[in-house]
C-alpha cells in the first residue's frame, strides 16, 4: 500500500522533536493504534493512555469531572497529560512537549439521547486548543464515527506540531456532511502563565500590580466562578482582620481539575469588574503547606469543607504523620486560618463540631452563623448554568 495523507501525517509527527502524552477515553482510541503502527512512535508518543471508567478518568484528572464528554474535560486530561509528559520526559525542552486529551460520545449498541461528539484538546506551554465536532446523528455506524473520531485527533496533533495538514484534512473534509458541526478555540498562553506551568515562577498577580508587601490576607479557591458568597467572605475577613484580601488561584490541586489556559482565562474574567482592591494571585501551590511557605505570616479564609480536608490524612496520601507535619509547617509559618462555616446536609457546620487536630484546631477563627451564612455555591451556579445553555 502507498503513501496516504494519514501516514504521510503521522511520518511527519515521528520526524518532529514533539514529544507527547495522549489520553482517550475511548472513541478516537484507534488513533493511539495508528501512531505505534508507523515506524519512529518510539520518538513521539511517551506514553498513552485510556482511562475508559469513570473512576479511571476521575483517577487521571485527579478528580472527577461534572461531564465525562465535554470539551472542558478534554481541556483537564491534555493538561493532565502534559504534566505526565513534564514527568516522563524531564530533561526535554517543555516548549517540544504536547498533552492531548480526547472524549467522546458516540453510536452504540443502545440509542443516545444526547448528540453524537468528539471533543479534543491539545496543551503546550504555548497554547490551550481544542477542537470540537459534532456528528449527524444517524449518518454512521459507530465503525465510521470512531474513525473521523481518530482522524480529529491526528489532525489536532499535527496542528500543535505545526505541521501541513492540507492533505489529511481534504481527505477528513470528504467525510463530513452539511449538518455536522466544527467548533475551533485557542487559548494564547501569558508569559507568565507559560512560566508558570514550567516551573519558572511560583507566583504572579493576574493584575500585574501585586504589592511589594507580602499579603496579609489570602483566600484561596477555585472560584469556578466567583460568586457573591466570595465577595461577602473576603468583607468579613478584610474588616476583621484590617487588612485587603488577596485572592489565590492555583493551577493545580489536591482534589479538582488542573487548570488550562481557556480555564485561567475565564477565572481571571470571573473577577473583572469586582472592587480594583480585589487582587487576584495564580500560583502553583496545590496544598496549604506549598501557600504557607509562599505567603509566610499570612491568614488563609477558608469554609469549613477545606479545613476538614486539612485535616483529613486521605489528602496525604492516609499518613498521619505527613497531615501533622504539614500542620507543623503552616504553624511555623505563622500561618492561620479564618474559618466561615457551611451548611451541610441541613445543618450549618461550625468548628466546634469537627474533628479537627488540636494543633490545626489552634491555628483557626470561627466566623459565626450570624455572620455570614449562604447557601450560595460554585458548583450550584455552574449546574444552574449548565441547565439554562442546555
Given amino acids: 500500500m502507498g503513501e496516504t495523507p494519514w501516514t504521510s501525517l503521522i511520518g511527519q509527527l515521528h520526524a518532529s522533536d514533539y514529544q507527547m502524552v495522549l489520553a482517550v477515553t475511548g472513541g478516537g482510541s484507534k ?9 519512529g ?25 461534572e461531564k465525562s464528554c465535554s470539551e472542558a474535560t478534554a481541556r483537564a486530561m491534555s493538561m493532565s497529560a502534559w504534566l505526565r509528559a513534564r514527568h516522563l520526559a524531564a530533561d526535554t525542552d517543555p516548549r517540544r512537549l504536547i498533552g492531548v486529551g480526547a472524549t467522546a460520545s458516540l453510536a452504540s449498541d443502545l440509542p443516545k439521547r444526547g448528540a453524537h461528539r468528539v471533543h479534543v484538546a491539545v496543551q503546550t506551554t504555548a497554547q490551550t486548543a481544542t477542537c470540537s465536532l459534532q456528528l449527524s446523528k444517524g449518518c ?26 492540507s492533505i489529511a484534512g481534504e481527505s477528513f473534509d470528504a467525510q463530513l456532511f452539511e449538518e455536522d458541526e466544527l467548533q475551533f478555540h485557542v487559548q494564547p498562553a501569558a508569559p507568565e502563565w507559560a512560566d508558570l506551568l514550567i516551573g519558572n515562577l511560583r507566583c504572579f498577580a493576574a493584575s500585574g500590580r501585586l504589592s511589594q508587601d507580602a499579603p496579609r490576607i489570602v483566600f484561596p479557591g477555585a472560584f469556578n466562578p466567583p460568586h457573591a458568597g466570595h465577595r461577602r ?23 479538582k481539575l488542573p487548570l488550562d489556559y481557556i480555564s ?29 511557605i509562599l505567603f509566610p505570616g499570612c491568614t488563609f479564609v477558608v469554609g469549613a469543607d477545606t479545613i476538614v480536608r486539612i485535616a483529613d490524612p486521605t489528602y496525604y496520601a492516609g499518613n498521619v504523620a505527613a497531615r501533622d507535619a504539614a500542620i507543623r509547617t503552616i504553624a511555623d509559618l505563622k500561618c492561620r486560618f479564618l474559618v466561615f462555616g457551611r451548611h451541610q446536609q441541613d445543618k450549618f457546620l461550625t468548628l466546634s463540631e469537627m474533628q479537627l487536630p488540636g494543633s490545626l484546631q489552634a491555628l483557626c477563627e470561627q466566623v ?8 450560595i455555591s460554585s458548583t450550584s451556579l455552574r449546574q444552574r448554568r449548565g441547565r439554562h445553555e442546555n
Fill in 264 to 292: 485561567m482565562h475565564q477565572r481571571i474574567e470571573g473577577f473583572q469588574g469586582w472592587d480594583n482592591q480585589a487582587e487576584l494571585i495564580l500560583t502553583d501551590a496545590p496544598t496549604f503547606q506549598a501557600k504557607s
Fill in 140 to 165: 454512521r455506524d459507530r465503525k465510521k464515527e470512531q474513525w473521523l473520531a481518530a482522524k480529529w485527533i491526528l489532525l489536532a496533533i499535527g496542528r500543535a506540531c505545526q505541521i501541513d495538514d
Fill in 31 to 39: 488513533a493511539i493504534s495508528q501512531l505505534l503502527d508507523q515506524a
Fill in 41 to 65: 512512535a518510539s520518538r513521539t508518543l511517551l506514553e498513552a493512555v485510556i482511562p475508559y471508567s469513570h473512576s479511571s478518568l476521575a483517577e487521571w484528572l485527579g478528580g472527577p469531572p
Fill in 368 to 375: 459565626s452563623q450570624s455572620e455570614f451564612c449562604s447557601e
Fill in 233 to 255: 467572605m473576603a468583607e468579613i475577613a478584610a474588616a476583621k482582620i484590617g487588612q485587603p484580601v488577596t485572592f489565590e488561584l492555583s493551577i493545580t490541586n489536591v482534589d
